[in-house]
Structures are given as C-alpha cells and as structure tokens.
T-cell receptor, first 118, second 117 residues
Framework: AQTVTQSQPEMSVQEAETVTLSCTYD???????LFWYKQPPSRQMILVIR??????QNATENRFSVNFQKAAKSFSLKISDSQLGDTAMYFC???????????????FGKGTKLSVIP | GAVVSQHPSRVICKSGTSVKIECRSL??????MFWYRQFPKQSLMLMAT?????????EQGVEKDKFLINHASLTLSTLTVTSAHPEDSSFYIC?????????????FGAGSRLTVL
C-alpha cells in the first residue's frame, strides 16, 4: 500500500513571495504518477501539476513547479509570485499505474492549508 | 476541457431516508469513476471504484450495503446512501477517468454536501 505524507498542516506566505510545500511518499511501485491538487474554499478539486515517475525532469506549470527526488521519494511544490487566489488546501497525491487492481486510484496526503497574506 | 457534473451540490434529509448523488462526465466517456468522502478539514478518503457495467470495488471498512454504487453507463455513476444517519453527514466527491486516456488525469466533480438530520 502507498502512503503520502504532508508534514506541514498550515503555511502562510506574503503575496508575491515564494513558498514550498513538502510531500513524501512510500511505495514499492516503479510506475506511478504524482500530483498536486488545490482545493479552494469552494471545495472543487483542481489539478495544479503532475509528474510521471519515469521522467527525471521536474514538471512546471507557470508559477508552479515541483522538485521530484525519486530516490528520496520526495515531491515538493514550489509556488512563485504567490497570489491571493492561491489560498487553498493543497493535497499531494499518488497514483499507481498499470498494475491491475487499484490502478488509477489516488492516495492523498492530509493536506497543507496555505494562506497568502496581502 | 473535461468536465464532471455532480448533483445535488447540497442535500438535507431525515434520518432513515435514502439519498442519491449523481456523477456525470459531460464531454467524455468514463470507464472508471471514483467516490470519495471528505470530513471537515480532512483529506479525501477513497470509498469505492466504479467501473462501467460491473460491480463497484469498495475500500476496506466501507459498507457496500449502505453506500450503493451504480455505474450504468459510460457517463453516469450514482452513489446512494441508504437509510442515512447523522454520522453519514459528510462531503462526497466523485472523480472520473476518461476512457482510453493516456494522460491518467482524474477530473473531479464539485462535491455534494450531505446533512442528515
């Protein structure tokens, strides 16, 4: 079974500054995806960024980038130029692939509540 | 982009009644849908995996007779909470994976808040 750990229950950042959210995971799988999802007060889950485990290059999406360290099983999210609209819960998630039962299921961490301060 | 519609967004019911929540993929076919439960200030917990045309696979500890899941078509999965009790009050979220998708990205519905009086 996979586990995802987010060790920062809450974080805050000044508007326009940079913040990094941490995530570690444990798995014996070799093929998997990692995701960061954002859940604003509306409760709608929004995909922020995803990383295929077989890719060494870190994924980036505009102001969002990840630091994927496969050997260390670490997957942190960096938000640059933080904006007020980034205030939300952020969930790190693991998806197992191509392994029959349980494929494509997401295992979520407990989440980090990020507050962007004006 | 892919859109998943979840209905109703809010429902209040009396204890002992049943409530049905629908999850529809609007612009794609979803062979697999997932149902989650989220308690306040907590993470999403997977309840079951729903595959079109077959029985749902429930996670350990989830009562399949209480949480009935039906995936009758490639665009619709339903979750029925039977004989609801106050402890079933929660936020229920569905997600869908597009059939044949190589992107392995799940699209989420907006969730349904169930309150059982």
């Amino acid at each position: 079974a996979q586990t995802v750990t987010q060790s920062q229950p809450e974080m805050s950042v000044q508007e326009a500054e940079t913040v990094t959210l941490s995530c570690t995971y444990d798995t014996s799988e070799s093929n998997y995806y990692l995701f960061w999802y954002k859940q604003p007060p509306s409760r709608q889950m929004i995909l922020v960024i995803r990383q295929e485990a077989y890719k060494q290059q870190n994924a980036t999406e505009n102001r969002f980038s990840v630091n994927f360290q496969k050997a260390a099983k670490s997957f942190s999210l960096k938000i640059s130029d933080s904006q007020l609209g980034d205030t939300a819960m952020y969930f790190c998630a693991f998806m197992k692939l191509f392994s029959g039962a349980g494929s494509y299921q997401l295992t979520f961490g407990k989440g980090t509540k990020l507050s962007v301060i004006p | 982009g892919a859109v998943v519609s979840q209905h109703p967004s809010r429902v209040i019911c009396k204890s002992g009644t049943s409530v049905k929540i629908e999850c529809r993929s609007l612009d794609f076919q979803a062979t697999t849908m997932f149902w989650y439960r989220q308690f306040p200030k907590q993470s999403l917990m997977l309840m079951a995996t729903s595959n079109e045309g077959s029985k749902a696979t429930y996670e350990q500890g989830v009562e399949k007779d209480k949480f009935l899941i039906n995936h009758a078509s490639l665009t619709l999965s339903t979750l029925t909470v039977t004989s609801a009790h106050p402890e079933d009050s929660s936020f229920y979220i569905c997600s869908a994976r597009e059939a044949g998708s190589g992107a392995n990205v799940l699209t989420f519905g907006a969730g349904s808040r169930l309150t059982v009086l």
